[in-house]
């Protein structure tokens, strides 16, 4: 997981500088073919006219706490990893979508006004062609961690 070096920006000066981060009720879960820098570019979201970006309420129940999947309560594990509480699914392909090699989370649901505040390469990148099967993260397979020292 990579973090844009603008949210980065905003996330330090949130912590350390007392200025303001805002960020919407949800979060955009985006597919990529080319894999962002941390400068957010050149990288390239899947394009595709029944392509969009799929929603994530950020809340206690659209991800679990670092205790475990499926958790709804506030974070107090040491895992330092949450994943998304419900299925996250994409309409089934009427187009070639090509290679999916990774996901991006953003603050908007299309643009790019606003770069994506972390990249997630996918394990094994997966090839998407019309009338395939849909693209979906199962509850657990979105997940997020963040470095912990014991």
């Not at 949130?14 to 894999?35: D, K």
């Not at 309560?73 to 392909?93: A, E, F, K, L, R």
Request: with cysteine; hydrophobic share 35%.
């Amino acid at each position: 997981m990579r973090l844009s070096f603008d949210f980065t920006n905003k996330l330090l000066d949130n912590l350390f500088r007392g200025q303001s981060l805002t960020l919407n009720p949800q979060l955009w879960v985006g597919l990529f073919n080319v894999a962002p820098t941390t400068s957010a570019s050149g990288g390239t979201e899947v394009s595709a006219l029944d392509y969009k970006r799929q929603p994530v309420e950020r809340t206690l129940f659209g991800f679990c706490g670092t205790q475990g999947s499926g958790s709804t309560d506030p974070s107090s594990g040491t895992s330092g990893t949450i994943s998304n509480n419900d299925t996250i699914n994409w309409p089934v392909p009427t187009e070639d979508w090509g290679t999916i090699v990774g996901f991006a989370l953003f603050n908007q649901e299309e643009g790019t006004e606003e770069p994506y505040i972390l990249y997630c390469d996918l394990v094994t990148p997966v090839l998407i062609e019309k009338n395939g099967p849909a693209v979906s993260f199962p509850v657990g397979g979105l997940q997020v961690c963040l470095a912990t020292r014991s």
